[in-house]
């Protein structure tokens, strides 16, 4: 039988869970982590299942048509290099509006694709941080001038994007384990992957615990950080606080499925992915690093002696070779506790 495929949009999803055993060895993990390597998705991040859901869903609508739609987002990166990808594939223009610091790998991939980046007003980026989530719609209207047909993917409220883990990343979670998974842990960018992966896993099982991972909030002004962006790590940010959801918090994000929100330094991060390279030969980007250094802190709990503990790791670390991401900062990771 032919393994030809007729586009990469057949090659979505079904990514690897790997255990990472002489991790688990050699810091003495009394729990078990089995990563979730998003990457191996064909245009390189867990973006891709999102971008692919909500372009077909909409063609099912007949809300969009290569013939005549220009697909329109809003993006730091990942979701922009899937959706060029995809609209690509399947012959649509697709307009991105950048946000600020985003790595040069990414935007080179953009140009790879031959996205149209939009020139979108220095005064409109900075209204997203200052206004918060609400203030993306200010861009999207912005970007969305002289163009005839355009068709705002909207990542932040698509509930297309929780669809898409609800239906695939979800279940490929539960089948891999055997249904023994018993702890997952996300960051939030858009919201989509926790919210569609928790509901789908506590449908199955409402005890198995979900955490979500925040950047430190103290960390940001440390002159030794890189690739912190207004807070963040390359797609993740706080979306909790001592007075509960931030105004950063996407509609996307469920607040009811989260069981437990940790804060993780930038140095528990890049520690998190130097130990993962140097141990399984796996190069992870800065979010996945973070939710591996929560997933490390689990697995060192006594009361977490044999669990599962599932970290969602959404893209690889050569999106950030720019940034000195490979780098080892012994001075910055030697005092983290793992």
Not at 202 to 229: C, L, Y
């Amino acid at each position: 039988m032919s393994k030809i495929y007729n586009s990469i949009t057949e090659l979505v999803g079904h990514t690897p869970i790997v255990e990472f055993k002489r991790l688990e060895e050699k810091l003495g993990l009394k729990g078990r982590i089995a990563g979730k390597l998003e990457y191996f998705n064909p245009a390189g991040s867990h973006k891709d299942r999102m971008a692919l859901e909500i372009i077909e869903a909409a063609e099912a609508r007949g809300d969009i048509s290569p013939d005549k739609t220009t697909l329109i987002e809003f993006t730091s990166g990942n979701t922009g290099i899937a959706m060029a990808a995809f609209a690509a594939a399947k012959g649509y223009k697709f307009k991105i509006g950048l946000q600020n610091g985003v790595s040069a790998e990414r935007l080179k991939l953009l140009q790879a694709y031959q996205a149209e980046i939009a020139d979108v007003p220095q005064e409109l980026i900075a209204g997203v941080f200052e206004k918060g989530i609400a203030a993306f719609g200010d861009v999207i209207d912005y970007m969305e001038k002289d163009i005839e047909h355009p068709y705002a993917t909207r990542q932040l409220d698509n509930p297309d994007n929780i669809n898409a883990h609800y239906k695939h990343t979800g279940p490929e979670i539960w089948e891999d384990t055997d249904g023994k998974v018993d702890i997952f842990v996300g960051g939030v960018g858009t919201g989509g992957s926790t919210h569609g992966v928790s509901q789908y896993l506590k449908e199955k099982n409402p005890n198995i615990k979900v955490i979500i991972t925040q950047p430190d909030p103290n960390d940001v002004a440390n002159p030794v950080i890189k690739g912190v962006e207004d807070g963040g790590f390359h797609g993740i940010h706080q979306v909790h606080n001592d007075d509960g959801i931030t105004p950063m918090a996407p509609a996307n994000f469920s607040d009811e499925l989260t069981d437990e929100y940790i804060f993780i330094s930038y140095a528990e991060t890049l520690r998190a992915i130097h130990l993962l390279a140097k141990y399984e030969g796996i190069f992870v980007g800065a979010s996945a690093g973070a939710s591996l250094a929560v997933a490390i802190k689990q697995a060192l709990k006594e009361e977490n002696a044999g669990k599962l503990i599932v970290p969602l790791l959404p893209d690889n670390g050569e999106r950030y070779l720019s940034e000195d991401l490979q780098l080892v900062r012994p001075e910055v990771e030697e005092n983290v506790g793992f």
